[in-house]
Structures are given as structure tokens and as C-alpha cells.
């Protein structure tokens, strides 16, 4: 059973750095696409990067490119977030999610509906 737990979300101003964590409690990253997600209060969750290590691949959504970062240590089992020249905008809570490799057939990698396992969530605050 896939358990994901975010931490290192805060409060940071305009033009700062956090680093989000996911730790997940899998076997190995190579069965998963794995991704982070956020959602802002009164806007629809959006992706924001997504890794595939089976296939060494790595997307970012448009908004953040540049900017952020999604990279994994899999001897800590843990998913991390970069997060550099944060703007108010990225305000919104972050959430890690994961989905079975083999279920992502024919499905749209930045689609929340397309993730099993989603964790708590973090909270971003960038004030201006």
C-alpha cells in the first residue's frame, strides 16, 4: 500500500527558495510515475512536474519552468521539489502523488484523475 507524506512547505517572500519532500513508502521509484501537484483556493489542481524513472524522463508545466525542480534520492524513498524565484502566484497547497506505471497507458500525465495515491498536501505561501 502506497503512503505519501509531504513536508517542507512555508511561508516565504516573493523571490525566495523552499524545498518540498515527499516521502513515500514504495518499493521502488521505477513502478511509478510519481508527480507534485497544487491547487490554489478557488482554482482547479494543476500539474506542476512529473518524474518517470523508468524512463528517465522529467515535465514541467509552463508556469514553473526554469524555476523549479523535481528530482528523487531512492535510497531515502523520497520525491523532492526545488522551488527558486517563488512569485505570490505559486501560492497554493502542494501535493505528491503517485501513479502505477502500468495504469498510465493512454492517459494525460498532468491530470490529477490520472494519480491513485495523492498525499496530504503542504502548504506555499509567497507573500509579495
Known amino acids: 500500500q502506497v503512503q505519501l507524506v509531504e513536508s517542507g512547505g512555508g511561508s516565504v517572500q516573493a523571490g525566495g527558495s523552499l524545498r518540498l519532500s515527499c516521502a513515500a513508502s514504495i518499493y521502488t521509484f521505477s513502478d511509478y510515475y510519481m508527480g507534485w501537484f497544487r491547487q490554489a483556493p478557488g482554482k482547479e489542481r494543476e500539474g506542476v512536474a512529473v518524474l518517470v524513472t523508468a524512463f528517465g524522463n522529467t515535465y514541467y508545466a509552463d508556469s514553473v519552468k526554469g524555476r523549479f525542480t523535481i528530482s528523487q534520492d531512492a535510497a531515502k524513498n523520497t520525491l523532492y521539489l526545488q522551488m527558486n524565484s517563488l512569485k505570490p502566484e505559486d501560492t497554493a497547497m502542494y501535493y505528491c502523488?503517485?501513479?502505477?506505471?502500468?495504469?498510465?497507458?493512454?492517459?494525460?500525465?498532468?491530470?490529477?484523475?490520472?494519480?491513485?495515491?495523492w498525499g496530504q498536501g503542504t502548504q506555499v505561501t509567497i507573500s509579495s
Open positions: 502523488a503517485a501513479a502505477d506505471l502500468t495504469s498510465m497507458r493512454g492517459r494525460y500525465i498532468f491530470a490529477p484523475e490520472s494519480y491513485r495515491y
